[in-house]
């Protein structure tokens, strides 16, 4: 595709006939309405980070498809949202045909780098490194019919699960559960919580950065119905125990920021609250949920089947693309021989708990 029939944009420059293409574009593509490739996730992660583009393509004078990006120093690109986005890569019609190195030098970059590429984005899937699972629940059927399968893939899971709920009301207290809440201090816990799960485990705290904790709050604030963040918290004696935020569209719910008070690990307060969530998500018309990529036991004990994405990079042969390798593929290298060596994994996810326990000290 030459170069002129693709038009650079910040997000706030989009037009609303562009979001209703965008969307249109996305539904005939027949993909999963994952939020996280709505352009009204662009347009908030445009307004904390001011490095967000949206490369509009045209065929015949009109849009045939947006490839959001984020630009920074020598020309490198990343996703939107790299690093908390769980479904990344361009919007377009069935059979448009583009050079993804040709595309990036429309737009200015040197190199573009994905961590959850969605599977079927034939540009870029040469230049992935790495193919990862990502489990998802599908709530099409209902949730009674998911909990029967449920029953039959993890016997014990849903009637222990059942059990500690239980429990957790008679020695704590009521517990009720709250789909859509809009309490400020319920999301001031979650992030506690999970600001310290980052360190205790030992790894980089999301909600220290602020563009993150900003991203959330215009996400809890948007009353899109394609794209919105909710906040679902459990409760137990009229206190939060456990609290998720995810972002959402219609059909899809995308699995986020979960998070619990230790105080009641023993209760699994997070299984019980993934329960409900799913229940009330079913009932609420939602599909699927995507429980993102990353190893967790209880992704494996929820799950129906496992999507594909995709980790890697397109580099141009251009300075700015030298930078790309040399800052970030022997890291990404290094990863990947831990990942794949179940042994080693193990090992490094205690090394990091230590040093994260050390921290707290």
Not at 2 to 26: A, F, G, Q, T, Y
Request: charged share 30%; proline share 7%; net charge positive.
């Amino acid at each position: 595709m030459p170069d002129k029939r693709v038009v650079v944009l910040r997000p706030d420059e989009l037009s609303p006939d562009d979001v209703k293409m965008w969307r249109e574009i996305r539904t005939e593509s027949g993909a999963p309405a994952n939020p996280f490739l709505d352009p009204a996730f662009t347009r908030a992660v445009g307004r904390v980070r001011p490095g967000t583009r949206v490369a509009v393509l045209l065929g015949d004078g009109s849009p045939v498809g947006y490839f959001p990006y984020e630009a920074g120093p020598w020309g490198r690109g990343r996703a939107v949202g790299l690093g908390v986005s769980d479904s990344q890569g361009a919007v377009s019609r069935p059979g448009i045909r583009l050079d993804a190195r040709r595309l990036l030098r429309a737009c200015g970059l040197s190199s573009w780098e994905f961590d959850n590429l969605e599977a079927g984005q034939g540009w870029f899937e040469p230049y992935a490194a790495e193919e990862l699972a990502s489990p998802v629940v599908d709530l099409a059927e209902g949730y009674e019919r998911y909990a029967e399968g449920l029953r039959e893939r993890s016997p014990g899971f849903l009637r222990q699960t059942l059990a500690k709920e239980r429990r957790l009301a008679r020695r704590v207290g009521e517990v009720r559960f709250d789909p859509d809440c809009r309490d400020p201090r319920a999301l001031e816990a979650l992030m506690a919580w999970k600001s310290a799960q980052y360190r205790r485990t030992g790894r980089r705290d999301r909600f220290a950065q602020e563009w993150i904790t900003r991203l959330v709050g215009l996400l809890g604030e948007s009353e899109d119905r394609e794209c919105r963040g909710v906040l679902s918290v459990l409760y137990a004696a009229d206190r939060p125990v456990a609290a998720h935020f995810g972002l959402r569209s219609r059909t899809v719910l995308s699995w986020w920021f979960p998070a619990y008070d230790r105080a009641c690990a023993r209760y699994s307060p997070g299984l019980v609250l993934q329960l409900r969530m799913l229940r009330a998500a079913a009932a609420d018309g939602v599909e699927t949920v995507d429980l993102g990529s990353g190893p967790a036991r209880y992704k494996e004990s929820l799950k129906t089947r496992d999507l594909r994405v995709y980790e890697g990079a397109v580099v141009r042969p251009a300075p700015g693309g030298a930078v790309h390798w040399l800052g970030r593929e022997p890291a990404r290298a290094a990863r990947r021989f831990v990942r794949n060596r179940p042994r080693l994994a193990g090992a490094a996810a205690r090394t990091l708990e230590e040093l994260g326990r050390l921290r707290e000290r």
